[in-house]
């Protein structure tokens, strides 16, 4: 099993910048995936960004060209670099990992951090 600890929300003006950080208690080179997904109030959590063992990424269209995950395998944390933020980027932001371990597969979520943009 693997917990992890997002850090780094807060509040910030639109066109500010945050980076979220994701603490793993485990090497994240062997998780398959790693991402990071939101959810605002009323509304499904939904993908914003994720990277692969691989180091391959993928974005959400509304994070294209804003957002930047990144990881550092030695410390095992994946980060979520963002930039130009808008006020429907207000959020509660959520680290995920999903493996597969002896054929099974494997998800779990951290507790989240609080995003909020104000206009």
């Known amino acids: 099993q693997v917990q992890l600890v997002e850090s780094g929300g807060g509040l910030v003006q639109a066109g500010g910048s945050l980076r979220l950080s994701c603490a793993a208690s485990?090497?994240?080179?062997?998780?398959?995936?790693m991402g990071w997904y939101r959810q605002a109030p009323g509304k499904q959590r939904e993908l914003v960004a994720s990277?692969?063992?691989?180091?391959?990424?993928n974005y959400a269209d509304s994070a294209k060209g804003r957002f930047i995950i990144s990881r550092d395998v030695s410390k095992n944390t994946v980060y979520l670099q963002m930039r130009r933020l808008k006020p429907e980027d207000t959020a509660r932001y959520y680290c995920?990992?999903?493996?597969?371990?002896?054929?099974?597969?494997?998800?779990?979520w951290g507790q989240g951090t609080q995003v909020t943009v104000s206009s």
């Open positions: 485990r090497d994240i080179f062997s998780i398959n995936t």
């Open positions: 990277i692969t063992s691989g180091g391959s990424t």
């Open positions: 995920n990992a999903a493996w597969v371990d002896y054929k099974l597969g494997y998800s779990t």
